[in-house]
């Protein structure tokens, strides 16, 4: 008796590998496992367990790719737009006014900060090619200092504007801009607009950034920049003088600062964002795996912040949230899709 | 279409009538002279494909004794597949098994 319900206890344990979609196979294979086991002795107890968990788990990782291959990216990405295009704008509004203090200003802060704003505009309108457009010009302008295009035609040869210690808001904004340019595509080719909506849309993409207008202005002086001049020691002497200090015109390069009340409020935004989508991934999968597409793009800065340059393996924590994302709504988007329940009562092999 | 092993044996095993998993396995291991062994998990998984290539399908469930059996049945095409494998199978074997004249050796 005891053996029995030994074996029933480990069987039912390595059966809960199946998914609950296929809970019926499950108890078939845990089932067809108890009369080996009752027929070979305890010997094939640990054998046949096993084999029951691992083909539990080989049914589960197939039906998660079925699910995630059908689930529905298209209209993920249709809903991308919109707030990506007003985060780019606030990143980049962030980005500029603290610190830039010449004009006119180079044709890179063009592309970031007109690009961006015509993202939200192209967004509002729900139009494809303007949004498309924009989010290019702005991967661009912000790609164009990683290769030494620097920002600006004078700042040509500039390596990097952004500084390396913090969170690298340019490299951090390329996955976006090329997720917005992408999800740009999967809107619908002729949307349904009304002057109401296209207003609703426009105010809700330019809250975030006058929300930083309101945060950031008015800006402190920008600081002088301090110019240390070494004078070469006169001619046979071997001693050293002092520098020079003077103070020049304002740092002019366009370098952005690291922004705790920007970072905070992504940060937020994310979990809120996160969190939302779990609850709701039953009934509209589409935003949670819009989140997930989000997490996945801002992976590498978001480990950055949870812990300076040990990327690997914090970065585990957004990847694994938005996979986690992806197949609750992958898998609730396949049973709403699906015309009978999830065939719990129907064999797999008859399928 | 080649069969593995385990396949062949499981098809082989459903000539007779449809059986369930573990009269399945059973069977396979008994014809097979003990060279084929599947767990549970092994023969849902060799089950499961063969479906989907159309060799065997899904007859009907019972619940005997508290456990629930599913019973498969070998379809036309499986018994199409297990003949052509046995045929192939006693081909190859009548190649080594076919008396030879013995080959005389010549010494240097």
Redesign the interface.
Known sequence: MTRRRLTDAVTALAAQTFPPSRR??G??????????ID?AGLRAMT??T???????L?VRYGVSVHDVRRAPWRRALAVLPLPLAAALLCVWTFGFVPRYDHWPVGEGWVMLLGGSLLAVVGAALEARWLIFVSALAVLAAAGAPYVGRGTEAALNDTASFFPASGVDLGAASLLPALLLAGSALALPRRPQRSARRVADRLVLGLLPTGLALFHLLPRPTPEQTMIFTHEAPPEGSRTITDPTVSFGAPYPFPELQESGALLGVLGIALVVAAVLSWRAAARRPEAALATALVLVSVAHPVAWKLHGYAVWPHILVPLGAATALTLRAAHAAHRSSSATPASSSE????? | MDLRPASYFVLASLLDGPL???AI??RAEDLSGGEVRL???????A??R??GQGL???DR?ETVDG????Y?RITGAGREAVTAEADRLAAAARVVQRPRPSVARSTA
């Open positions: 019926t196979d108890r078939v294979v845990r089932d067809c496992a108890r009369d080996a027929a054998r046949e096993l084999s029951v968990a691992f083909a539990g080989r064999p797999a092999a008859s399928r | 369930h998993g573990y396995a059973a767990t549970a998990g092994t023969l849902y998984g089950l499961e063969m479906s065997v399908e899904f469930e456990r629930l059996r599913r498969y």
